[in-house]
């Protein structure tokens, strides 16, 4: 299994307070990604990263922010948690080479309920 | 911007027939496509993927994709199903660009006995 991993596995937590999710990858991979999976929408990407202090936005990133300091480790933060971002959370890792872009290697997933 | 279309949310099949499962993609330049399998509560584990190579990918388990640029299409099959293929099925897209990787709305495989 690729070396990536998701901490914490499950958190609850109130509403209005903040929250990290941390990814951490041992495979020096350069792209790294957060994506929430929430029953009838699949997985869709919440911030993505191409390189060390390097981000951008996915299609649902608004209350989200993402920080990358150093190229194993992916901090997804909300500033303050809502009801509606109870989900599970999905962190990802892809590099790139000559055919273009690797598959990606998930993690096990958050489970985040906000109450 | 690339984009990828899963053409039905759920198929269902009886043990022991074929499985298609449909995807159509969007893309300006030549795209990295794969195919993902999650099981209840469980991860995404890659079944196959397409980097430029042979058009005809063959993954895990049976399943076989075939890349057809005229139809922008990555359909996914296997010749016969089994009960331990019912799972949510993914069709990703890397954008050529940026390195996103994009997901279909998945596929519910339900397998019949």
């Known amino acids: ?115 | 911007a690339q984009s990828v279309t899963q053409l039905d949310s759920h198929v269902s099949v009886s043990e022991g027939t074929p499985v298609l499962l449909r995807c159509n993609y969007s893309s300006s330049y030549s795209p990295s496509l794969f195919w993902y399998v999650q099981h209840p509560n469980k991860g995404l584990q890659l079944l196959l993927k397409y980097t430029s190579a042979a058009t005809l990918v063959k993954g895990i388990n049976g399943f076989e994709a075939e890349f057809k640029k005229s139809e922008t299409s990555f359909h996914l099959t296997k010749p016969s199903a089994h009960m331990s293929d019912a799972a949510e099925y993914f069709c990703v897209v890397s954008d050529s660009n940026t390195g996103k990787l994009i997901f279909g709305q998945g596929t519910t495989l339900q397998v019949k006995p």
């Not at chain 1, 609850?12 to 350069?30: A, D, K, S, W």
């Not at chain 1, 929430?38 to 390189?51: E, M, N």
């Not at chain 1, 989900?87 to 998930?106: H, L």
């Open chain 1, 1 to 115: 299994d690729a070396g990536i991993t998701q901490s914490p596995r499950h958190k609850v937590t109130e509403t209005g307070t903040p929250v990290t999710l941390r990814c951490h990858q041992t495979e020096n991979h350069r792209y790294m990604y957060w994506y929430r999976q929430d029953p009838g929408h699949g997985l869709r990407l919440i911030h993505y990263s191409y390189g060390v202090k390097d981000t951008d936005k996915g299609e649902v990133s608004d209350g989200y922010s993402v920080s990358r300091s150093k190229t194993e480790d992916f901090l997804l933060t909300l500033e303050s948690a809502t009801s509606s971002q109870t989900s599970v959370y999905f962190c990802a890792i892809s590099d790139r080479n000559y055919r273009g872009y690797t598959e990606a290697f998930f993690g096990q997933g958050t489970r985040l309920t906000v109450v």
